[in-house]
């Protein structure tokens, strides 16, 4: 029997219009334009602002984009999975209102949290169910409403983040493409550095955790760089490592845009040409979940049947990961 693989058929994407520039940023925080992309590479970012509009408004539009691109059936998906930090809400969960809203009606459907590493464990998770030979199409979307927990008094984290979605179609393959590794890791250590205080079991929201403002994304910055600096570049090595590829057998490194430095220090271990690096994080900044799938709906046009990419991200928890994935198609014009 051939052996199954997952491989991704189809991407889309979406942000929302408005656009937050790190000039208007230098009217509200003390910051300035040049400190913000020399520290960062981020340039401006997008945020939902309409009221009443969630995460799943960000998902859904991206899921539109891709149905209406690669001509899919919504009746046809079996499962629809949504990478998120910032579900609509609690309980009920932001991925099976997603998929009745677009149609879905004969998936089955759930979030999935893993902080900035979301998508890449959703990755891992969409081809397992492929890989069964269960379910032959699963909608994978990464989406976050980031400004919805951003204190835009706090000039550590109001900077960094924006929101966006993306999605990706992940179904069987019989040519040996789509996902060939994953190495995926988390340790706790990193549960005090990134977090929000209030809101959860721990410390439920209250009059007293919202006067303090608690309900807001906390990061030690240095301390997170340090991490995710090493983290990334050491998993995207192991992966190359395990899989006998060279530099020269890499295509493309879809890194997590979470900020400038580190997408350069893990392409420079790899040894990785700048031409083959996908860098977005001065249109969008960090969207969390949705910047590994913005970058593939950013870049399809680039991509060829059979070329080499590696996915790495790295998130709060700590979570992170790199995955080797052969592309599956070429770009219909």
């Excluded at 060279?246 to 420079?268: E, G």
């Amino acid at each position: 029997m051939t052996k199954i693989t997952a491989a991704i058929t189809a991407v889309g994407g979406y942000v929302p219009e408005f656009v937050l520039s790190n000039k208007v940023l230098e009217t509200m925080v003390d910051t300035n334009d040049e400190w913000i992309t020399s520290r960062t590479g981020i340039k401006e970012r997008r945020m939902l602002k309409e009221e009443g509009l969630g995460t799943s408004f960000l998902a859904i539009k991206a899921a539109q984009d891709l149905l209406a691109k690669g001509n899919i059936d919504p009746l046809e998906i079996d499962l629809v999975l949504v990478a998120t930090t910032t579900p609509d809400m609690l309980v009920a969960a932001t991925a099976v209102y997603v998929a009745t809203q677009i149609g879905a009606t004969n998936a089955f459907a759930y979030d999935l949290q893993a902080a900035c590493s979301s998508f890449l464990f959703g990755m891992s998770t969409a081809s397992a169910y492929i890989e069964s030979g269960r379910y032959k199409k699963i909608l994978l979307i990464g989406a976050d409403k980031m400004s919805s927990i951003i204190d835009y008094t706090d000039r550590a984290t109001c900077i960094i983040f924006g929101d966006g979605a993306g999605a990706a179609l992940f179904e069987p393959n019989f040519e040996g493409l789509g996902l060939q590794d994953e190495y995926l890791r988390s340790d706790g250590i990193g549960r005090e550095f990134l977090k929000i205080d209030a809101g959860g079991s721990i410390l439920p929201a209250s009059a007293e955790t919202v006067a303090n403002r608690q309900h807001f994304v906390f990061q030690d910055g240095k301390t997170v760089y340090k991490y995710a600096v090493t983290g990334m570049a050491d998993v995207s090595e192991k992966i190359l490592e395990r899989n006998n590829l060279t530099n020269d057998d890499v295509d493309w490194l879809i890194s997590h845009q979470a900020n400038k430095r580190i997408i350069d220090a893990t392409a420079s271990r790899l040894n990785l040409e700048d031409s083959k690096v996908l860098v977005n994080i001065e249109k969008y900044g960090n969207t969390t979940s949705a910047t590994l799938p913005l970058l593939l709906n950013d870049f399809e046009s680039k991509f060829k049947k059979g070329d080499t990419l590696i996915f790495a991200a790295f998130g709060g928890g700590f979570t992170w990961g790199a995955i080797y994935l052969k592309w599956a198609y070429d770009k219909k014009e």
